[in-house]
Nanobody, 127 residues
């Protein structure tokens, strides 16, 4: 069983920054590919960023490329999402997710590809 707990959300002005954290339980966290997703009111949950188990491969949705950075610290069982130059359209509940997968270099971008989810953290960007 894996438990994921997000933190770091809040209210920020446009062009500001936030860093989200996702703390994971489970001895094999270091082998899980991880992802960040977000869901705005009235919209479906969408992919934001993903990282392979080693941290060597990452992927981002086009709208956040150059502004967001996903990273992981396996010693701390934590994955991060650094968000810079925030825009009002980034406002959403942000979720982290973990996939139980064989070791490899893959990252995953689909909602249905993940096995465990956190409870979410609200990010609100004011104009």
């Amino acid at each position: 069983q894996v438990q994921l707990v997000e933190s770091g959300g809040g209210l920020v002005q446009a062009r500001g920054s936030l860093r989200l954290s996702c703390a994971a339980s489970g001895r094999t966290f270091s082998t899980y590919p991880m992802g960040w997703f977000r869901q705005a009111p009235g919209k479906e949950r969408e992919f934001v960023a993903a990282i392979s188990w080693s941290g060597g491969n990452t992927n981002y949705t086009d709208s956040v490329k150059g502004r967001f950075t996903i990273s992981r610290d396996s010693a701390k069982n934590t994955v991060y999402l650094r968000m810079n130059s925030l825009k009002p359209e980034d406002t959403a509940v942000y979720y982290c997710a973990a996939r139980v997968a064989p070791l490899g270099s893959a990252y995953y971008t689909g909602v249905n590809e993940y096995d465990y989810w956190g409870q979410g953290t609200q990010v609100t960007v004011s104009s």
